[in-house]
């Protein structure tokens, strides 16, 4: 599903933020990345969401070699992935419904389709009561869980998602996590940045660590309190 290929990301900046990575990563698994700040896991996930190209190296998704991936095909590459970032980067003037909908508009699903799909998102993430309201009026974690129905409503293959529980309390970010792996249960591939490594160590998924932009580690913690 994902294969990073010798990839080495330097910013016009001179600053190198991967060096020589490379790691597969099959359908259907549940990853997280991990290591300190600044080690380099939001470089890893703008690489594949297209955000950012590699200097060297090669970036793969669904078999498909996104080095070749021009301008115009990027739309089409991004509507396979369900994206959560830091700053969820919500439309403020829209209502919390109308957020999540947008890649269900963009897709061109009728209305009722989007209606349903989008309160069955709202009520994953615990906010259908709140589907009027606009996302200003919402606290940071409330926020980040609108950024979380919208990231999955569309199903798509592969979630990739950066810090997505950074705001949220540690009963919220279980049930996010535990979200996560349900929709990984359902075959999608899930990738996931954090420091938080109390949640990583109680999912017990895959988890590559970085280190100054290096892979210095590549395991799967034996499951806590299972
Ligand atoms: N656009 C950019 N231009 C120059 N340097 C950048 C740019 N984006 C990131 N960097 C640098 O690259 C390094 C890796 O950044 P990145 O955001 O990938 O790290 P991170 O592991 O996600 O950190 P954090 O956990 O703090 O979010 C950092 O030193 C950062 O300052």
Known sequence: MIRFDQVTKRYDSGYEALHDLSFEIEAGEMVFVTGHSGAGKSTLLKLLALIERPTRGSVALAGQNLNQT??????????????????????????VFENVAMPLLIAGLPREETAKRVRAALDKV??????KATPITLSGGEQQRVGIARAIVAKPPLLIADEPTGNLDPKLSTEIMELFAEFQQVGATVL??????HLIRRMGKRVLVLDHGRLIDDFRPPVVGA
């Open 70 to 95: 021009r301008r115009r095909g990027i739309p089409r590459v991004r509507r396979g992935i369900g994206m959560v970032f830091q700053d969820h980067r919500l439309l403020m003037d829209r209502s």
């Open 126 to 131: 615990g906010l259908l009561e709140r589907e």
């Open 192 to 197: 996931v940045a954090t420091h938080d490594l």
